[in-house]
């Protein structure tokens, strides 16, 4: 583990936390489906808004929606490669049913709704990749499917209430990559207040731990394994900003019926 990730205190899960790395190369070694389900299992005791569990995992088999998938996706060879691929679902379709059900006006559309169901499909699938890695397997997120995410509702016949949030890529690694440095503690953890009354900016308003940090992932970026890069942490947030990535979402999600008000 680098020191840069040593979080200072010590016991199995802590270590595996600091030890997360995404991968994308996989040996052959398949992961057996009663290993897949009870992955999930303990994946689903994840917290969850209400307990309304708003979502659904897709495992994705079938080799040509697989290709398909990595296509659109990048292309992310890694897509079609991985022993496991799953598309995580936030999904409220079980939430109206339940409305239907008991005769209860169907009270959808809503922003909440969006935030509820999004933040329990990142829980649980957060949940699958530390349980994943507890058992020696290694994974990386797809955030690329929704660089067509109707194709992907089409292909996996994901119906309104329901759209697909990421990918997840899982298999026993063929590589062991550096991890990658955090921000400073002291940048994600505040007290009392969101910023500190006085406290130091540049003229841009990067607080100096930044900028430093800056320093960090580039020697992290120059040194590592493979994919060498000459990068800083602001120079690519920077890049990311500039940018108008995947403006389809919003139009997206109001026709699955999310984000509508
Ligand atoms: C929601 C989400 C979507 C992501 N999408 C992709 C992706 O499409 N392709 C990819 O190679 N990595 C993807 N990643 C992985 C991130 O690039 C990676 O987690 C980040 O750079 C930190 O590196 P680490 O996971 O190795 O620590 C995604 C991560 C998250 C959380």
Redesign the pocket.
């Known amino acids: 583990m680098s020191s840069f990730m040593n979080p200072g205190i010590d016991n199995p899960v802590i270590d595996l936390l600091s030890r997360?790395?995404?991968i994308?190369k996989f040996n052959s070694r398949p992961v057996g489906d009663d290993t897949l389900k009870g992955l999930v299992k303990a994946a689903q005791c994840a917290s969850t808004s209400h307990h309304v569990q708003a979502y659904t995992i897709i495992q994705v088999k079938d080799s040509e929606n697989r290709q398909a998938i990595a296509d659109l996706?990048?292309p992310?060879p890694?897509v079609a490669q991985a022993p496991v691929f799953l598309v995580f679902c936030a999904d409220l379709t079980r939430l109206v049913a339940a409305a239907r059900h008991h005769g209860v006006p169907e009270e959808i559309g809503w922003a909440e709704q969006l935030i509820v169901a999004t933040v329990d499909t990142?829980l649980v699938a957060q949940n699958l990749m530390v349980a994943a890695e507890s058992m020696g397997l290694g994974g990386?997120?797809?955030?690329?499917?929704r660089n067509d995410p109707e194709q992907v509702c089409d292909l996996l016949n994901i119906p309104d209430q329901a759209f697909p949030?990421?990918?997840l890529c899982l298999g026993y690694p063929e590589q062991i990559?550096d991890?990658?440095p955090r921000l400073p503690v002291t940048q994600v953890l505040r007290q009392d207040y969101f910023q500190a009354p006085g406290e130091k900016e540049n003229s841009s308003g990067l607080p100096k731990e930044v900028t430093n940090f800056d320093g960090t992932l580039h020697n992290y970026y120059k040194n590592r394994d493979s994919n060498l890069k000459d990068q800083t942490w602001t120079g690519q947030m920077a890049e990311l900003t500039g940018r108008i990535i995947r403006p389809w979402m919003k139009a997206f999600l109001e026709k699955k019926g999310f984000f509508r008000r």
């Not at 990386?140 to 499917?145: K, Q, R």
Request: charge should be positive; avoid cysteine.
């Open positions: 997360h790395r995404s994308r996706a990048g992310q890694w990142a990386v997120f797809i955030g690329g499917i949030v990421f990918g990559p991890t990658k």
